[in-house]
Protein backbone atom coordinates (compact mmCIF):
# COMPACT_ATOMS: atom_id res chain seq x y z
CA UNK A 1 0.00 0.00 0.00
CA UNK A 2 1.38 3.06 -0.96
CA UNK A 3 1.97 6.35 1.43
CA UNK A 4 -0.79 7.64 0.16
CA UNK A 5 -3.56 5.24 0.48
CA UNK A 6 -2.36 4.20 3.56
CA UNK A 7 -2.74 8.05 5.05
CA UNK A 8 -6.27 8.41 3.13
CA UNK A 9 -7.01 4.80 4.94
CA UNK A 10 -6.13 5.44 7.99
CA UNK A 11 -8.01 8.83 8.13
CA UNK A 12 -11.30 6.93 6.65
CA UNK A 13 -11.04 4.60 10.29
CA UNK A 14 -10.19 7.21 12.47
CA UNK A 15 -10.57 11.16 13.08
CA UNK A 16 -6.69 10.97 13.97
CA UNK A 17 -5.14 13.95 12.47
CA UNK A 18 -4.70 12.52 9.02
CA UNK A 19 -2.50 14.25 6.00
CA UNK A 20 -3.06 14.54 2.17
CA UNK A 21 -0.96 14.64 -0.38
CA UNK A 22 -1.80 15.42 -4.01
CA UNK A 23 -0.78 16.63 -7.02
CA UNK A 24 -3.31 19.09 -7.69
CA UNK A 25 -3.69 22.74 -5.97
CA UNK A 26 -6.79 22.38 -6.26
CA UNK A 27 -6.80 19.66 -3.42
CA UNK A 28 -5.80 22.48 -1.13
CA UNK A 29 -9.85 22.82 0.32
CA UNK A 30 -9.39 19.26 1.91
CA UNK A 31 -7.06 21.26 4.87
CA UNK A 32 -11.20 22.42 5.57
CA UNK A 33 -12.14 18.58 7.10
CA UNK A 34 -11.60 18.55 10.21
CA UNK A 35 -9.11 15.72 11.13
CA UNK A 36 -6.51 16.69 8.00
CA UNK A 37 -3.82 18.77 9.55
CA UNK A 38 -1.73 18.43 6.42
CA UNK A 39 -1.88 19.15 2.30
CA UNK A 40 1.01 18.82 0.16
CA UNK A 41 0.60 20.15 -3.12
CA UNK A 42 4.12 17.74 -5.33
CA UNK A 43 4.84 19.55 -8.42
CA UNK A 44 7.96 19.54 -10.69
CA UNK A 45 11.22 22.40 -10.18
CA UNK A 46 11.24 24.92 -12.18
CA UNK A 47 14.72 25.18 -13.23
CA UNK A 48 14.37 28.68 -14.38
CA UNK A 49 13.54 29.74 -11.04
CA UNK A 50 16.01 27.59 -9.15
CA UNK A 51 18.73 29.29 -10.98
CA UNK A 52 17.70 32.82 -10.44
CA UNK A 53 17.08 31.96 -6.48
CA UNK A 54 20.58 30.72 -6.93
CA UNK A 55 21.86 34.08 -7.21
CA UNK A 56 19.62 35.41 -5.00
CA UNK A 57 21.34 33.44 -2.14
CA UNK A 58 24.42 34.68 -3.34
CA UNK A 59 23.34 38.32 -2.19
CA UNK A 60 23.20 37.04 1.17
CA UNK A 61 19.62 38.80 0.52
CA UNK A 62 17.62 40.32 3.43
CA UNK A 63 14.86 38.71 4.68
CA UNK A 64 10.96 40.20 3.63
CA UNK A 65 8.67 39.99 6.47
CA UNK A 66 5.18 42.13 6.26
CA UNK A 67 1.50 41.47 6.46
CA UNK A 68 -0.99 42.10 4.41
CA UNK A 69 -4.65 41.68 3.23
CA UNK A 70 -5.73 40.73 -0.81
CA UNK A 71 -6.47 44.50 -1.67
CA UNK A 72 -3.10 44.94 -0.22
CA UNK A 73 -0.73 42.00 -1.93
CA UNK A 74 0.09 43.17 -5.57
CA UNK A 75 1.39 46.50 -3.83
CA UNK A 76 3.24 44.41 -1.49
CA UNK A 77 4.43 42.14 -3.60
CA UNK A 78 5.89 45.21 -5.93
CA UNK A 79 7.64 46.41 -3.31
CA UNK A 80 9.04 42.87 -2.17
CA UNK A 81 10.44 41.94 -5.55
CA UNK A 82 12.20 45.97 -5.37
CA UNK A 83 14.30 44.51 -2.11
CA UNK A 84 15.33 41.34 -3.90
CA UNK A 85 16.76 43.38 -6.61
CA UNK A 86 20.34 44.46 -7.65
CA UNK A 87 21.74 45.96 -10.58
CA UNK A 88 23.15 43.29 -11.67
CA UNK A 89 20.41 40.88 -10.97
CA UNK A 90 16.75 41.70 -12.39
CA UNK A 91 13.17 40.22 -11.19
CA UNK A 92 12.38 37.40 -12.37
CA UNK A 93 8.57 37.56 -13.04
CA UNK A 94 7.97 33.84 -13.48
CA UNK A 95 9.36 33.95 -9.71
CA UNK A 96 7.27 36.63 -8.70
CA UNK A 97 4.23 35.63 -10.26
CA UNK A 98 4.39 32.27 -8.49
CA UNK A 99 4.75 33.54 -5.14
CA UNK A 100 1.67 35.82 -6.01
CA UNK A 101 -0.87 33.13 -6.63
CA UNK A 102 0.43 30.89 -4.03
CA UNK A 103 -0.02 33.88 -1.30
CA UNK A 104 -3.46 35.15 -3.15
CA UNK A 105 -4.93 31.42 -2.78
CA UNK A 106 -3.71 30.91 0.86
CA UNK A 107 -4.59 34.32 2.50
CA UNK A 108 -8.58 33.50 0.89
CA UNK A 109 -8.44 30.39 3.64
CA UNK A 110 -8.62 33.31 6.48
CA UNK A 111 -11.20 34.75 7.88
CA UNK A 112 -10.57 38.42 7.41
CA UNK A 113 -8.52 37.83 4.14
CA UNK A 114 -4.67 38.70 5.29
CA UNK A 115 -1.87 37.22 6.52
CA UNK A 116 1.73 37.54 7.09
CA UNK A 117 4.33 36.68 4.49
CA UNK A 118 7.96 35.75 5.32
CA UNK A 119 10.34 35.40 2.46
CA UNK A 120 13.69 34.70 3.37
CA UNK A 121 17.35 32.65 2.68
CA UNK A 122 18.09 30.14 5.60
CA UNK A 123 21.79 28.85 6.47
CA UNK A 124 21.24 27.49 9.66
CA UNK A 125 19.41 24.50 11.21
CA UNK A 126 16.13 26.38 12.27
CA UNK A 127 14.06 23.86 14.19
CA UNK A 128 15.82 20.35 13.92
CA UNK A 129 13.53 18.80 17.14
CA UNK A 130 9.91 18.12 15.69
CA UNK A 131 7.48 20.08 17.27
CA UNK A 132 4.22 21.71 16.60
CA UNK A 133 3.59 25.43 16.25
CA UNK A 134 0.87 28.00 17.08
CA UNK A 135 -0.68 28.90 14.40
CA UNK A 136 -4.26 28.08 12.69
CA UNK A 137 -2.79 27.56 9.01
CA UNK A 138 0.62 27.77 7.64
CA UNK A 139 1.65 27.75 3.90
CA UNK A 140 5.18 26.90 3.27
CA UNK A 141 7.53 26.10 0.74
CA UNK A 142 10.90 25.60 0.15
CA UNK A 143 11.73 27.17 -3.17
CA UNK A 144 15.50 26.16 -2.84
CA UNK A 145 16.98 23.03 -1.40
CA UNK A 146 16.18 20.64 1.17
CA UNK A 147 12.42 20.69 2.32
CA UNK A 148 10.49 20.96 5.58
CA UNK A 149 10.48 17.00 7.41
CA UNK A 150 6.94 15.74 8.88
CA UNK A 151 5.88 12.48 10.58
CA UNK A 152 2.84 10.64 9.72
CA UNK A 153 0.95 9.90 12.78
CA UNK A 154 1.78 6.54 13.05
CA UNK A 155 5.46 7.57 13.62
CA UNK A 156 4.95 10.00 16.54
CA UNK A 157 4.85 9.77 19.77
CA UNK A 158 3.10 13.28 20.66
CA UNK A 159 3.72 12.60 24.64
CA UNK A 160 7.38 12.77 24.22
CA UNK A 161 6.95 16.19 22.10
CA UNK A 162 9.43 18.64 23.38
CA UNK A 163 11.67 16.03 24.68
CA UNK A 164 14.29 14.92 22.28
CA UNK A 165 13.82 13.38 18.74
CA UNK A 166 14.44 10.08 19.19
CA UNK A 167 11.50 9.74 22.03
CA UNK A 168 9.69 11.87 19.56
CA UNK A 169 10.24 9.37 16.42
CA UNK A 170 8.82 6.02 16.82
CA UNK A 171 9.39 4.77 13.20
CA UNK A 172 12.53 6.64 11.80
CA UNK A 173 11.65 5.35 8.31
CA UNK A 174 8.18 6.95 8.35
CA UNK A 175 10.12 10.23 8.08
CA UNK A 176 8.26 12.38 5.49
CA UNK A 177 10.59 15.44 3.43
CA UNK A 178 8.93 17.70 1.13
CA UNK A 179 10.69 18.46 -1.73
CA UNK A 180 11.90 21.50 -3.66
CA UNK A 181 8.66 23.29 -4.59
CA UNK A 182 6.47 21.06 -3.27
CA UNK A 183 3.78 23.21 -1.04
CA UNK A 184 2.47 22.57 2.19
CA UNK A 185 -0.70 23.71 4.15
CA UNK A 186 0.29 22.86 7.52
CA UNK A 187 -2.60 23.08 10.91
CA UNK A 188 -1.08 24.18 13.77
CA UNK A 189 -2.48 24.29 17.83
CA UNK A 190 -3.52 27.57 19.06
CA UNK A 191 -4.43 27.29 23.11
CA UNK A 192 -7.78 27.06 24.50
CA UNK A 193 -9.69 25.85 21.01
CA UNK A 194 -11.92 23.33 21.97
CA UNK A 195 -12.18 20.44 19.73
CA UNK A 196 -8.92 21.41 18.06
CA UNK A 197 -7.11 18.75 15.66
CA UNK A 198 -3.85 17.90 16.82
CA UNK A 199 -1.47 19.76 14.82
CA UNK A 200 0.97 18.47 12.35
CA UNK A 201 4.62 17.63 14.05
CA UNK A 202 7.36 18.82 11.91
CA UNK A 203 10.53 20.06 11.61
CA UNK A 204 13.62 21.97 9.44
CA UNK A 205 16.37 19.93 7.90
CA UNK A 206 19.59 19.83 8.89
CA UNK A 207 22.13 21.96 6.72
CA UNK A 208 24.05 23.41 8.33
CA UNK A 209 26.87 20.63 8.32
CA UNK A 210 26.87 20.48 4.47
CA UNK A 211 26.62 24.41 4.22
CA UNK A 212 23.56 23.94 2.03
CA UNK A 213 20.96 26.88 1.70
CA UNK A 214 17.75 27.48 1.47
CA UNK A 215 15.05 30.36 0.55
CA UNK A 216 11.60 29.81 2.51
CA UNK A 217 8.28 30.87 1.91
CA UNK A 218 6.13 31.05 4.44
CA UNK A 219 2.63 32.27 5.25
CA UNK A 220 0.52 32.47 8.79
CA UNK A 221 -3.05 33.30 8.58
FE1 LIG B 1 7.70 24.83 12.91
Given at each position: MSLLSELQFLGVKSKKPRQMISYSWT??????ELDVNLFC???DVNLEISDFLEKVLNKEPDPIQFHTSLDELDDHIGMAKHTWTWSDLRPLDLFWRDLTILARDFISFSENKSGTIHLRAI????????????YTLRLFTTYYG???EWLPEKAVNRLALGTTNDKIVKDLSRIQQMEAFEVGILKGELPNRPNRIKGIVHRSPEIKQSGEKRIILRIDI
Open positions: DRNVVNWKRTNDACTKFHTDGKGT
